[in-house]
């Protein structure tokens, strides 16, 4: 059974940072992209960030460059998302997703910005 567990959600300040992580299990992704994704009230879900299996090929959406940093730790499975000046905008549910044409997704994680 493939599992992504994300965590590091909640409430902050209008910038303020918060780390997200996601943790896979059940399945190796070490051989997959993994990206984040978000879905703010009344809107489509949307990429955030998205990294290759080797961490040397990242995409950020232009909403987020220079302010947000995906990484991943593969000796642990793991794909993190450091969030920083966020902006209230930024609040969503933030998704991590992995696998081939991202059939693996995770619970979500709600990040609220308070302006």
């Known amino acids: 059974q493939v599992q992504l567990v994300e965590s590091g959600g909640g409430l902050v300040q209008a910038g303020g940072s918060l780390r997200l992580s996601c943790a896979a299990s059940?399945?190796?992704?070490?051989?997959?992209?993994m990206g984040w994704f978000r879905q703010a009230p009344g809107k489509e879900r949307e990429l955030v960030a998205r990294i290759n299996w080797r961490g040397d090929r990242i995409y950020y959406a232009d909403f987020v460059k220079g302010r947000f940093t995906i990484s991943r730790d593969n000796t642990k499975n793991t794909v993190d998302l450091q969030m920083n000046s966020l902006k209230f905008e930024d609040t969503a549910v933030y998704y991590c997703?992995?696998?081939?044409?991202?059939?693996?997704w995770g619970q979500g994680t709600q990040v609220t910005v308070s302006s």
């Open positions: 997703a992995g696998g081939n044409n991202w059939g693996y």
């Open positions: 059940g399945r190796t992704f070490t051989s997959s992209t």
